[in-house]
């Protein structure tokens, strides 16, 4: 069975703070993703990558960076937190190039930005 | 406009109910749809998963793509309070590198005993 484990589930930080949100899958999955969830908006990709060390834009990036040093690891990085950034984090993660394959998530990490 | 456009509910039902879910979508770049469910305090799980027009069938859900109307339509027969959960449709485009999914926002779904 395929786990994307996020590093926390709640976290609180303050406004200005830089925020390293951690990912990781264990089934060797290629492609690895960053959404929020909000009430109304439902999910936004905020960034993808399809390789070690590739990253691309998703619909949201803005205020937000990634990094994946490894193929099992994919980070968010909120630079400077502000407050509208107050959201639940998933990560996903698929295989394939194709680009048709599931997404498997993990449980999420609910960030407050005070 | 949203690409993905879904009622949020809450939709409740009592148990035994035949429960119909509706997205309407406006890409017609989209050449897979996929249902999810999640449950409170959990991440999203797949559902259903389908590339072309017609049913698809699986134990009690059936999920239904009509592409010249840009609807797909998720049905749960027999629904069971297990089965309360937001259920999620999603489009996608097939690009070659890593896959693009646009959400709709989720419908609300109470299964009542």
């Known amino acids: 069975d395929v786990k994307v484990t996020q590093s926390s589930r709640y976290l609180v930080k303050r406004t200005g703070e830089k925020v390293f949100l951690e990912c990781v899958q264990d089934m060797d999955h290629e492609n690895m993703f960053w959404y929020r969830q909000d009430p109304g908006l439902g999910l936004r990709l905020i960034y993808f990558?399809?390789?070690?060390?590739?990253?691309e834009k998703g619909d949201i990036p803005e205020g937000y960076s990634v990094s994946r040093e490894k193929k099992e690891r994919f980070s968010l990085i909120l630079e400077s937190a502000s407050t509208n950034q107050t959201s639940m984090y998933l990560c996903?993660?698929?295989?394939?190039?194709?680009?048709?394959?599931?997404?498997?998530f993990g449980n999420g990490t609910r960030l407050t930005v005070t | 406009q949203k690409e993905v456009e879904q009622d949020p509910g809450p939709l409740s039902v009592p148990e035994g109910a035949i429960v119909s879910l509706n997205c309407t979508y406006s890409?017609?770049?989209?050449?897979?749809f996929m249902w999810y469910r999640q449950y409170s305090r959990k991440g999203p799980e797949l559902l259903m998963y389908?590339?072309?027009?017609g049913n698809k069938e699986d134990g009690r859900f059936t999920a239904q793509v009509d592409k010249s109307s840009k609807y797909i339509s998720l049905f749960i027969r027999d629904s069971q309070p297990s089965d309360s959960a937001t259920y999620l449709c999603?489009?996608?485009?097939?690009?070659?590198?890593?896959?693009?999914?646009?959400f709709g926002t989720g419908t609300q779904l109470k299964v009542e005993l």
């Open positions: 389908t590339y072309s027009s």
């Open positions: 999603a489009g996608g485009e097939l690009t070659g590198g890593g896959n693009k999914l646009t």
């Open positions: 890409n017609s770049a989209f050449q897979y």
């Open positions: 990558s399809y390789d070690v060390k590739m990253k």
């Open positions: 996903a993660s698929s295989s394939g190039r194709l680009g048709n394959s599931p997404l498997h």
